[in-house]
């Protein structure tokens, strides 16, 4: 068998000015890509009658649909005719659908978020067992970040194939009551030092002062008289918990120096 050297010489040449085309037309394509992202979300963002959260979606899309494109470039460049491609895609669409099983669930349920909206960037939500601020929403993950500035990432389908608790749907206050026994003579400084510390917490709605009332005689025995002192403030329901657990530690501490 004869190897001809000057056809040897000319196919390495083709092939490694392909391999660098091809390269070349990588570098491009990403770029490309990434500019027609920002290109999106900057021009969706301009209207603000667009949800950011469409918005994000969109503009991972056409980044995406650009790379798909540069890929079929890139196999034609080197002679794989993308129809034989397709045909041979076609004939084991079966077990590629089997391996990306999950992959394309999570894509089908992003489109279902991005059509739904059951929450928005910024929203406050619980969703597959985290709770976190919406960040972003992908084609194929949702990012939340938690309370303690944490990076949560969740695939689609399991947000959408779970219970969402959105505690931004709603966004009006709502009230928090807090009742205690105390002794009538220390009631009057408790109440004082318990509305120091809510005034001083930023999830107290500012638009309504919270206030410490007594709002009932427990004892009336004159040597150790025990009252009901009651705190009531308005709060966002996603702080109400934490908000009635600091006037209870706060309360007891107070009560335990006392």
């Known amino acids: 068998m004869t190897i001809n050297v000057d056809t040897l010489k000319a196919s390495l040449v083709l092939y490694g000015l392909n391999a660098i085309y091809a390269m070349l037309l990588l570098a491009v394509g990403w770029y490309l890509s990434g500019a027609l992202q920002r290109f999106v979300t900057r021009v969706l963002g301009v209207t603000h009658r667009v949800d950011p959260l469409v918005t994000l979606f969109v503009a991972s899309v056409a980044r995406y649909a650009v790379l798909a494109v540069v890929g079929i470039a890139v196999l034609q460049l080197f002679g794989i005719q993308t129809a034989s491609l397709v045909a041979v895609l076609g004939a ?12 394309l669930s999570n894509l089908a349920a992003g489109v279902m978020l991005l059509l739904f909206r059951p929450f928005h960037i910024g929203d406050d939500v619980e969703v597959a067992g985290k709770a976190g601020k919406v960040k972003s929403l992908s084609l194929f993950m949702t990012e939340l970040v938690a309370p ?28 928090i009551k807090v009742a205690f026994p105390v002794r009538a003579g220390a009631a009057n400084a408790l109440a004082d030092q ?20 007594v ?24 702080d109400a918990d934490a908000i009635k657990q600091r006037v209870l530690d706060h309360a007891s501490a107070l009560l335990a120096a006392a």
């Open 92 to 103: 084991t669409s079966l077990a590629i659908g089997l391996a990306l099983q999950g992959t």
């Open 148 to 175: 303690d500035n944490t990076q949560i990432l969740l695939p689609n389908g399991q947000v959408w194939g779970a219970a969402i608790i959105n505690h931004s749907a709603y966004p009006g206050t709502g009230e």
């Open 194 to 213: 318990i509305l120091k510390e809510l005034r001083d917490d930023p999830r107290i709605d500012d638009r309504t002062a919270p206030s410490v009332n």
């Open 215 to 238: 709002t009932k005689v427990i004892a009336a025995d004159p040597a150790a008289p025990v009252v009901e002192l009651t705190v009531s403030a308005k709060v966002k329901p996603s």
